[in-house]
């Protein structure tokens, strides 16, 4: 069993691969697996959590206010100035503007410090991040919603916020209270089982988030071209905005920048405003899942994990 692992956290990121090409032929799988998404999310996160530990995760006092600063210049400044952007263009009541503002505005994904790990950076900020930046969203997402006030209500998207912030404080809390129980974790050959089995995670989870894409593709292949489109543009693009900054941070910032949990917001909108996003959400996953792949290249020369 460990040997298995092992291989597949080798070959994580093809691993990953399988997942998006069984999330497009089997969407029978892809929509049972669906209803099972937020337990699949907890443990990855608690995989993630008892992977890296307690004390790599949350860092030092200053570690923490440059996730915090992060977390509000992401989820805050920049959906702030895309609405500006697409109000003056007259664009702002677009699905595709209600899209990219909703996605800026979320928090970082799950699978963050996973990428990141898989492209062999430190992925402890990553979760810091993604703590900080769940922690703040009902901050954030205020202002956010008052420029919008056509998304729906802002007490569903604080509801769901607050679901998913019990969440990932249970998972991450039970993964490092599982690795402080248990010493042996953090050797070489666990740490190297618990890669694969998050991989495996990984990869099961994107077939439930992809179940939109298939009937869509049946139906309407050049829209789901465009959304896939727009979809690749923001999420390459902002990691690679985040890259190329002067003073750019770490590998997991600039992963988290352009990968964010926009589903989340879905409990908010409108029926009218759920089929557009949930075909984006699906096209989303890959170049998300593809992460691995398409920027392990770009990211090489930043300082990698030890």
């Known amino acids: 069993m460990f040997a298995a692992l092992r291989w597949l956290a080798r070959h994580g990121r093809l691993v990953l691969v399988a997942g998006l090409v069984a999330g497009l032929v089997l969407p029978g799988l892809a929509a049972v697996l669906r209803d099972w998404l937020a337990p699949m999310v907890a443990g990855l996160l608690f995989l993630t959590a008892m992977r890296i530990g307690a004390r790599a995760a949350l860092g030092s006092l200053a570690q923490a ?31 595709l503007a209600l899209a990219l503002v909703l996605m800026l505005a979320a928090p970082p994904v799950a699978g963050v410090p996973s990428f990141t790990l898989m492209m ?130 770490d590998v997991a910032t600039s992963v988290a920048a352009g990968n964010r949990s926009i589903a989340l917001f879905l409990v908010a909108l409108p029926p009218e405003m759920m089929a557009p996003l949930l075909l984006f959400i699906g096209c989303y996953q890959l170049p998300m899942f593809l992460t691995p792949i398409i920027m392990k290249r770009i990211y090489r020369g930043s300082h990698v994990a030890a």
């Open 65 to 95: 206010r440059g996730a915090l600063g992060a977390a509000l210049v992401l989820q805050m400044a920049l959906p702030l100035v895309a609405v500006s952007a697409f109000a003056v263009l007259g664009v702002l009541q677009t699905p």
């Open 120 to 249: 062999g950076h430190d992925p402890a900020p990553g979760l810091r991040l993604l703590i900080v930046g769940t922690a703040l969203l009902p901050l954030t997402v205020l202002p956010v919603f008052w420029a919008l006030p056509t998304l729906g209500s802002a007490a569903g998207v604080l509801a769901a916020a607050g679901r998913l912030l019990v969440v990932i404080a249970a998972a991450t809390a039970a993964g490092f209270a599982l690795r402080a129980a248990m010493p042996r974790t953090a050797d070489r050959r666990a740490t190297e089982a618990l890669d694969g089995l998050t991989a495996v995670a990984l990869a099961v989870i994107v077939i439930g988030l992809m179940s939109a894409v298939a009937p869509a593709l049946a139906s309407d292949p050049m829209l789901v071209l465009w959304w896939l489109g727009v979809a690749v543009a923001a999420n390459l693009g902002l990691q690679l905005l985040a890259h190329m900054l002067p003073g750019a941070g």
